[in-house]
């Protein structure tokens, strides 16, 4: 079992940054892959960065904006977020899963975080 708890949103101004934290704690073995996701109302859920076996991968509409990092030692993934935008606005949400090929960058995730809300004014 894994748990996966969110922090560190809030609101920002375009162009400004926030980190978000994502602490886990359970099984080591089943979270060897991690993600961030969002949900804006009335969206779909989107990938946003995923790091497995530490590898990154952006979704494009972050790319070069956004990067992903764990630190294994605190067992907390982060999301550092750059020159956001009014479009970053949303609730987002840590997610992990025992294995990439269990569904790829963004599919198979069986554990999740309750959320973390951000938003970004213009």
């Known amino acids: 079992q894994v748990q996966l708890v969110e922090s560190g949103g809030g609101s920002v101004q375009a162009g400004g940054s926030l980190r978000l934290s994502c602490a886990a704690s359970?099984?080591?073995?089943?979270?060897?892959?991690m993600s961030w996701f969002r949900q804006a109302p009335g969206n779909d859920r989107e990938g946003v960065a995923s790091i497995c076996d530490g590898r990154p991968h952006y979704a494009d509409s972050v790319k070069g904006r956004f990067t992903i990092s764990q630190d294994n030692a605190k067992n907390t993934l982060y999301l550092e977020m750059n020159s956001m935008k009014p479009e970053d606005t949303a609730m987002y949400y840590c997610?992990?899963?025992?294995?990439?090929?269990?569904?790829?960058?963004?599919?198979?995730?069986?554990?999740w975080g309750q959320g973390t809300q951000v938003t970004v004014s213009s």
């Open positions: 359970g099984d080591t073995d089943s979270r060897a892959c």
């Open positions: 997610a992990a899963k025992r294995d990439w090929r269990l569904g790829g960058y963004w599919g198979g995730f069986n554990y």
